[in-house]
DNA sequence: AAGGAGGGTTTTTTT
DNA sequence: AACCCTCCTT
């Protein structure tokens, strides 16, 4: 039987659903491989089988590279690599995400560039905080250019290469002239920091292959076999970054599937999965397209509206199993709408004895669980929610982490800002201007220009002690916490109570119950540390915080892992890639949410084809059941709107 | 400098 | 409706 485009297959008795052809393909054969896997075909269970036949044939697991997508993939291919060979493997193959690779060759590579080893990373809060202060540095006003706007172009800057100084040739109006210095100063001031963002990650790692021969060659000696799973997603860094890494033998097997394809807005180019074979001469493509996980119902509706995207890989899932008709349900307003799906639900939980854990509500933005979650609180049905900005984003934990990251990095101007005041120590706003003023100016620290400001009255001989009393506090505890085998909860809970950190909640929320809910946040984070102290070899404030940036929410923080829980799932579609649940509620399918009003306004086919990508990617998350729901009418700020029933869903039923 | 009242704005998804 | 910013008072 020959290789290359295969017919799709017919189901086999093999319990891994390839034909023979595919299963030869996929397992022994080296050199490029495009497997076009769709929807719940089984795509992590056919990369997790190659990579142990490979492992098999004699291939020591250590020379073999799998990207995943999420630290939570990784996981989970480890595990299934380790169940399937046991004890036969000795080494562990290298399973990481992108940017967990780059860590890992930056962490001993980076001097090369100037940058220190101990670089922190910058988290998606951080990053916002670095652009804000930017901004303001150079004295651009929030008006002209909204610090999320600029982050977004500097990202797609970064994306594509361009360096600080190079950006001004890329603008064509005022606002990208403001950008571009915007980038300037954004990025000296992570430099100045000895900080990285994510895209610095990707960025920092090919400069290092193209400048430095010897890394590249020792990165490339590293691996015989690279797989990169969730393909359609990989931006143009992670793709120069790839096939650097393969050139030498391009033993490279990636796995995706271009309707899937929903980071587009993040710099992912669906051009790399559907070019693969240009990019790539010789290389063999197979088509999983046999659906293992959902019902001919839900297949049915997921394909008719998948069909009406064109820029794709033609393919058509077939499903092989039957089940009820996927529901389509309008209400009357958002409220009926959660009223009506958390009933469904609770009579499912309390009436059928469905475990909660097998329902999830999908949804497009971070703002539409609220009124789910209201309501799965009154009916006390028990549920998680996935992402979003939960736990991360409170101001206690961002605090927290802020401290360790001043504590473990002297120059974090960015983390400095944001608690040099809280709890209040007599340093405000207007003395905090002149300082960073004269920081900017001067390109001191602040600490170095507090004395001359306070010699010519700029600050008041007040501020300025208290200035000088925080930065020595700092300087005490930080050797503290450098120490070797530091206990940093301990440490680090000294050093809250030094400060009175407690005050600042007590301050902040007048409501008792709301200050013992706070100060468990903060125990949380404390726990955090605890256990990633236990667990970690050489820990460090500096390793918790790594940690932190590149695992987010699922590992270390929170006792089990959100999605083990036995509770309903709630969780943006986004999130929801790469799942499956036996029931799914998909809701607000309206006109400005899904497809979103951005995505309307932006006025592109390939945006309002991206968001049919994420209905596509929400109904063939379900197994057995699928509603799709919608509010006829809706609450938008204070006010009630008439709704327009999304596109998509006449798209899915179109005899309807 | 700190805290509180009042007014204006709200535009997505995340490694 | 909720949040952030600004201005005002202490």
Not at 383 to 392: A, H, N, W
Not at 399 to 409: F, P
Request: charged letters at 30%.
């Amino acid at each position: 039987m020959s290789h290359g485009l295969t017919t799709p297959p017919r189901p086999t008795s093999s319990a891994d659903g390839l034909n023979p052809a595919q299963r030869d393909a996929v397992i022994t054969m080296r050199g490029p491989l495009l497997v076009l896997a769709g929807a719940g075909t089984g795509k992590t269970r056919v990369i997790t089988m190659r990579m142990a036949e490979l492992i098999r044939q004699g291939v020591p697991p250590e020379r073999i590279l799998s990207v995943t997508f999420t630290n939570k993939a990784a996981k989970e291919m480890q595990e299934r690599t380790q169940a399937i060979l046991g004890r036969r493997m000795k080494t562990r193959p290298a399973i990481s995400t992108f940017h967990a690779y780059c860590v890992r060759v930056l962490r001993d590579e980076i001097e090369a560039l100037g940058y220190p080893s101990q670089f922190v990373i910058y988290d998606r809060g951080d990053q916002e905080s670095a652009a804000r202060k930017a901004l303001r540095d150079i004295k651009v006003p929030d008006a002209a250019l909204r610090p999320g706007d600029l982050l977004s172009q500097i990202s797609r800057w970064k994306t594509a290469g361009v360096a600080p100084d190079e950006a001004s040739q890329f603008i064509d109006d005022d606002r990208g002239y403001l950008a571009a210095a915007g980038y300037r100063r954004y990025q000296a001031s992570l430099r100045a920091a000895g900080s990285v963002d994510f895209d610095d990650l990707l960025m920092l790692t090919l400069r290092l292959f193209d400048e430095f021969p010897e890394v590249l060659e020792r990165q490339q000696n590293r691996f015989e076999h690279v797989q990169i799973d969730e393909y359609q997603d990989t931006n143009e860094l992670q793709f120069r970054i790839v096939a650097e890494l393969v050139r030498p033998h391009r033993n490279l097997c990636v796995v995706g599937d271009d309707d899937q394809s929903i980071y587009g807005w993040r710099g992912a180019e669906i051009k790399h999965i559907l070019g693969f074979q240009q990019q790539f001469p010789g290389a063999k493509v197979v088509r999983l397209q046999d659906n293992y996980r959902c019902t001919t119902q839900i297949i049915d509706v997921a394909n008719k509206l998948v069909k009406c995207n064109r820029g794709r890989h033609e393919k058509t899932l077939i499903a092989h199993k039957s089940g009820s008709d996927v529901l389509f349900k309008p209400y009357p307003d958002e409220q009926a709408e959660a009223e009506g799906v958390v009933r469904d639900i609770n009579y499912l939980v309390t009436q059928l004895n469905i475990p909660p854990a097998d329902i999830a509500i999908l949804f497009r933005t971070n703002e539409q669980p609220r009124i789910f979650e209201t309501e799965l609180r009154r009916l006390r049905v028990p549920y998680t929610l996935i992402g979003g900005q939960s736990f991360f984003d409170r101001r206690e934990v961002r605090d927290i982490l802020a401290y360790m990251k001043v504590l473990s990095n002297p120059q974090d101007e960015v983390s400095l800002l944001r608690i040099i005041n809280v709890p209040t120590r007599g340093i405000g706003d207007a003395a905090m201007d002149k300082l960073l003023n004269e920081a900017v100016k001067s390109g001191r620290t602040i600490w170095s220009v507090a004395p001359e400001l306070v010699a010519t009255k700029t600050i008041s001989a007040k501020t300025y002690g208290s200035v000088q009393r925080f930065h020595a506090l700092l300087e005490s505890w930080r050797p503290r916490f450098a120490e070797k085998g530091a206990m940093l909860v301990d440490l680090f809970r000294q050093f809250l109570k030094e400060i009175d950190y407690d005050s600042e909640i007590e301050k902040q929320y007048a409501d008792q119950q709301q200050q013992v809910a706070r100060k468990a946040v903060v125990e949380e984070c404390l726990s955090a540390v605890k256990e990633y102290q236990s667990r970690s070899l050489r820990p460090s404030l500096g390793g918790f915080l790594e940690e932190t940036a590149l695992t987010g929410k699922d590992d270390s923080f929170g006792e089990n892992p959100e999605l083990e829980r036995p509770a309903v799932k709630l969780m943006t579609l986004h999130s929801a890639k790469g799942l499956e649940f036996p029931r799914v509620y998909l809701v607000g399918l309206e006109e400005g949410i899904l497809p979103h009003q951005r995505s309307i306004d932006g006025g592109t086919t390939e945006g309002i084809e991206e968001e049919r990508r994420l209905a596509y990617v929400g109904a063939t998350r379900a197994r057995d059941f699928l509603t799709i729901s919608w509010a006829q009418v809706r609450l938008k700020w204070g006010k009630m709107k008439p709704t327009i029933p999304s596109r998509f869903l006449a798209e899915m039923q179109p005899e309807e």
